[in-house]
């Protein structure tokens, strides 16, 4: 695992577009794997800029979104499939229906995520998979005590995720809905580099737990102790819980700078 503690939000959505862009010049019909949520923005905004002066395009690309809530109307606002349609795919050049998400409103369950999990495999699987965190350790929604076997699955979201996404709810915890589709810890831990992103205070002890932690599923995210590719990227307050963070700033102070994450 590799942590890389930046100045800012800024520089975080630069390091992690460099490494999109890098991918899609080797491999234009690279499969991305898109987180929603707030952590990932500057990488959109930063990709959509590089999109718009033409030094990246996602014409060939696929994408493929984490999660998504039950029962939210094909049209709400807050319904992920257009939060990433609004901040990021209808920004830049993906082709119609190239990014995909499990479907909140399947009336079978069941067959939905089995059809999930198949569209990821026989898309080649996900070369590059965007994350965030959530202050209780989830990765997508894989809350605490998640099976660190587990595939695309319906899961109930714990009170502190509802409490933590009313803000897109207007701040009402009960409009938030109770559950949600997402793919499991080992779904994503087949994605070939994992590229995590986490801001602010309060993400601090989930960040501990992830880089420094024993692996449990009480904190999902620790799974990914056990990924040959996974690159955190910090600001310094999400970053100050880690007892090894002198050793990680000096480690990628001396990266040569062609080596990107
Ligand atoms: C979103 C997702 C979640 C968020 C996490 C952090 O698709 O899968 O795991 O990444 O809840 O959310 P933010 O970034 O809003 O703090």
Redesign the pocket.
Known sequence: MEVVILADAKEIGAVAADAVGALLVRQPDAVLG????????MIYDELVLRCVAGLVSFSRARGF???EYVGLSADHPER?HNV?DRVFVSRVDFAPGAVQGPDGLASDVPAACAAYEDAIHRAGGVDLQI?????DG?????EPGSSLASRTRIKTLTRQ?RI??AR?FGGDVDAVPTHCL??GLATIMEARHVVL??T?S??AEAVHHLVEGPVSAMWPATVLQHHPHVTVLLDDAAAHRLQLAGYYRETYRAKPDWQGI
């Open positions: 898109l987180a929603t949520g707030s952590s990932p923005l979104t984490l999660d992920y990433i994350l965030g965190i959530g202050t989830h990765i997508a929604f894989n995720t933590d996404n897109f997402t793919q992103v986490a602010g309060h993400k």
